[in-house]
């Protein structure tokens, strides 16, 4: 979910999660390969991608999941169609009783 630059900036640096010339090469690099700012911070090793997930859902009051660390049965892997999985980037991660726990890359994507 790549936010304005503004609003990642105001996220990263106020709290002092980074500097404002970390943010800055990050922003630099952006402008010139294309990429979102989030992309930059991970790919230049300002930040890891798990940290600016965790910051981000923190700052928006959401939980974080690394599907990295978590054992997805394939029958809920699959009860989500492929193609809106992959459109709506989402995925069934957990199920308990009459519950799921979705996991989406977006968490404002209501359309979901």
């Known amino acids: 979910m790549p936010l304005a ?3 990642l900036k105001e996220i990263l640096v106020s709290p002092g999660h980074l500097t404002p010339a970390e943010f800055e090469i990050a922003e ?15 790919r230049e090793g300002i930040i890891s991608d798990n ?3 965790k910051i981000i859902a923190d700052t928006f009051g959401w939980q974080f999941v690394d599907l990295r660390a978590e ?12 193609v809106v999985a992959r459109a709506q980037q989402v ?7 009459n519950r799921v726990k ?3 890359s977006d968490p404002t994507n209501y359309e979901t």
């Not at 630099?28 to 991970?42: K, N």
């Open 102 to 104: 979705v996991a989406l």
């Open 91 to 97: 995925v069934i991660f957990d199920q308990a009783e």
């Open 71 to 82: 054992r997805i049965p394939a029958e809920l892997f699959h009860s989500i169609p492929e």
């Open 28 to 42: 630099t690099m952006a402008a010139s390969s294309g990429r979102d700012v989030e992309d930059e911070l991970i």
């Open 5 to 7: 630059t503004e609003n």
């Open 51 to 53: 940290e600016l997930g």
